[in-house]
């Protein structure tokens, strides 16, 4: 007889994803769900493809990110690669929205607008003109033999849900080019190889992530969930249950008078994406996107009950609602120090970026001066300085734009490649212009070390005029 002991195989960490087979559902959130998904799948498909005169030189493109030169065009605004604190601020703006909702409503952003629930909702919606709602789904999904029907039915579907993950990857990157122009060049099979490989990525991307890995995305995959709880508290309106009117549930064997309103019918599990049930409380999952409030007001009034059993609620409430009281209105829960403080510093960063966007000028320089040598002694005495500087024009054509010095009165300019003071920068460029400084012979900045002195660059079209100070180097006697 052995004397060792049988130990147990331990027990695996990972579980199968079992597919989630959302029910139909009407009522208020999911129509403000539609809408939402049609104005934002609207906005992304259609932008590329709005006109905006920008001249002869760039694509008439309404919003266009042109990544050759590095610029970014939306309508009117156009940011150039030293105007990257727009783009940051943007982002920060983002951020802030994002803490400012959380902290409001909970996970609105993942409920109504966040990417990956706008496509499942729209890969969703197209299952169930295929395959039925959710008994019928969840038959096929059951089905172990894969007949004629079921090959055609899945097979239809994910057809589909090519045809939108292609559609997802086209309409990207016609924000990189001119959209027309490039969609002709797609179907012709003359565009850029990297345009084919961006397409293929979010067409398989968009197919997987809305297919076949839906929650999983969210549950897994995505930081939020696990640190929106920072951005929350007792006074966040979110998805609740409201257990003290609901409990003890419907069942059999129990008075009608120690009943709660709760049938326990499981039409707000059926109904939700992410497969969980509100009625076991705050869980990482939920997503707030009111579905199962729709699916159990409609049972409620059904039966004859009060709407509200599921709800968007505080916790700060429930004391005074389990006394029979009305909760507190909304906008005490929205209108609170954290809430505002947000509200302040994104309204803040935004004021700085539109008077930061208007107050720019649409001509720029730099200067930069060549110190190898520092300075060179002409045949006459006169001594010279060599400047690099780099003109930039913003606007949509061609401008001719006067080099200037102002400081010590002796000192002069010359423009390499022209006698004149004047050189033309082409539209939307930047232009690298060689300038000489020159100081007459026995002129103080001649026979000084150092001589401060402005460069002076106009626009001679409308008078527009930007300066940079600078050093002049001379002998030092």
Not at 120 to 138: H, P
């Amino acid at each position: 007889m052995s004397d060792s002991v049988t130990t147990p195989p331990e027990p695996s960490l990972y579980a199968a994803r079992e597919p989630i087979f959302p029910k139909r559902v009407k009522g208020s959130f999911r129509n403000l769900k539609w809408y939402l998904m049609a104005l934002m799948l609207g906005v992304y498909y259609v932008t590329p493809f709005l006109r905006w005169d920008r001249g002869p030189s760039l694509p008439d493109q309404a919003v266009l990110i042109d990544l050759a030169n590095r610029r970014f065009f939306f309508f009117m605004i156009e940011i150039w690669p030293h105007e990257f604190y727009f783009v940051a601020g943007l982002l920060i703006m983002a951020g802030l929205g994002l803490f400012l909702f959380t902290s409001a409503a909970g996970r609105v952003w993942c409920g109504y607008a966040c990417p990956q629930t706008v496509w499942t909702d729209l890969f969703i919606l197209v299952e169930r003109w295929i395959e039925g709602d959710r008994n019928a789904r969840l038959r096929l999904h059951r089905q172990k033999k894969l007949d004629f029907r079921k090959a055609r039915l899945r097979l239809t579907k994910w057809i589909a849900w090519l045809l939108i993950g292609l559609a997802t990857g086209g309409a990207w990157v016609f924000y990189f080019a001119d959209a027309p122009t490039l969609a002709v060049d797609l179907v012709t099979g003359q565009a850029h190889p990297v345009a084919y490989t961006t397409m293929a990525i979010l067409t398989f991307t968009t197919f997987f992530f809305g297919g076949f890995a839906r929650e999983q995305i969210c549950i897994y995959a995505c930081p939020w969930p696990r640190i929106q709880a920072a951005m929350m508290d007792e006074d966040t309106l979110t998805i609740g249950y409201r257990e003290w009117r609901g409990e003890p549930r419907k069942a059999r064997g129990v008075g009608e008078d120690t009943q709660g309103d709760c049938i326990n019918c499981m039409a707000c599990v059926n109904v939700c994406p992410m497969g969980i049930d509100i009625r076991d409380g705050q869980q990482m999952e939920c997503i707030t996107c009111g579905l199962c409030i729709d699916a159990c007001d409609e049972i409620m009034e059904k039966v004859g009950k009060p709407r509200g059993l599921i709800d968007y609620l505080a916790l700060t409430d429930e004391p005074q609602e389990r006394e029979g009281k009305p909760p507190r209105p909304v906008w005490q829960h929205i209108l609170r120090p954290r809430t505002i403080l947000y509200t302040t510093l994104w309204s803040a960063v935004g004021v700085a970026l539109v008077v930061a966007l208007f107050l720019r000028s649409d001509i720029e320089m730099t200067v930069a001066p060549v110190r190898n040598p520092t300075f060179v002694t002409l045949s006459d005495g006169s001594i010279r300085n060599t400047y690099e500087v780099r003109l930039r024009n913003k606007h949509g054509e061609d401008r001719p734009f006067r080099v200037t010095v102002k400081g010590d009165l002796t000192l002069r300019v010359e423009l390499e490649g022209t006698p004149y003071e004047t050189v033309t920068v082409p539209a939307d460029a930047m232009l690298n212009q060689r300038v000489y400084v020159i100081a007459p012979k026995g002129s103080d900045p001649a026979n000084s070390h150092r001589t401060e002195f402005r460069f002076w660059v106009e626009d001679i079209s409308n008078g527009d005029r930007v300066h940079k100070d600078t050093i002049f180097n001379g002998k030092g006697n």
